[in-house]
């Protein structure tokens, strides 16, 4: 991998205008979202995406997992049961996505204090990511800043993470969202890195999501989300495609709470939101700032 500069003044970004177009690409385009991901949320990710508008597919054995990662419109790899062939078929799904240039999505989840995982991620790393989306322990563990977290429960604050997000992003070139109470999103800028040694993009959400953490899969399904906004948003750079997508959950999950008593009536409704939400609706309520550029420094 190669460090990347950034570009000191971002190009500026609609994000309602840009929320409502890529909402509505995902439900026209319905990109096809291989997942290699783990194997207590399959289901749940499946449904999470066909809802949203894209189209599933679990391709994740060896033999097949290369093959399809180069037709596919977006990949998501998340580490939550790495068994030894879905080891293989990871590495085969992203040296076929780099083979043709296609966006992906890590999840490193409960890097850190696990060995086998850890190793991964850090073999996976190597081939740019386009976004990485975890935790704030996990971002920190990846970006080899800390232990990790207490399983897939984060020890660190979002803010804690941002330094290590800035260093994973100068690494691959493309976005880190770090999921929390508040999720930052940085990354490079629209147009790619510049020259001059500037600062990184910068996105907050501010959907209040809490039962997210009620329901296993909550967060391993954004990635999935993440992965078809990046596959139909060619146009844009990976951290609006992660932010937009991030906000589009999250609001989903903000009314799902709304209709909801508790965490099993939640799971529900949030599938029912996801497919319910439009993109004017979701253009007028995004949920996400533009925050001041953070020096790469800042590390």
Known sequence: MNDVAFSSVPSPVDLPVRAGRLLHAVRQDQPLIQCLTNSVVTNYTANVLLAAGAAPAMTDIGGEAGPFARIASGLLINLGTPTPEQRLAMREAVVGRRAVGGRW?????????????????????????????????????????SGGGRGVDSTDTTDDAVPAAIELVTRTGGAVAVSGAVDEILG???GGAGADGGAPEHYRNHHDAALLTKVTGGGCALGAVIAAFLAVGQEDSPAVCAALATGYYTLAARQATEISTGPGSFAVALLDRLAAIG?????????????????PSAR
Not at 105 to 128: C, K, S
């Open 105 to 145: 999505v890590l999840d490193p989840v409960a890097v850190g204090a696990l060995p086998v995982r850890t190793a991964l991620a850090a073999d996976l790393l190597e081939f740019a990511p386009t976004v990485i989306r975890g935790n704030a322990s996990e971002v920190r563990a990846l970006a080899g800043q």
């Open 279 to 295: 993109p004017d609706e979701f253009a007028a309520d995004t949920g996400i700032t533009r925050e001041t550029a953070l020096s």
């Open 188 to 190: 490079v800028p629209p």
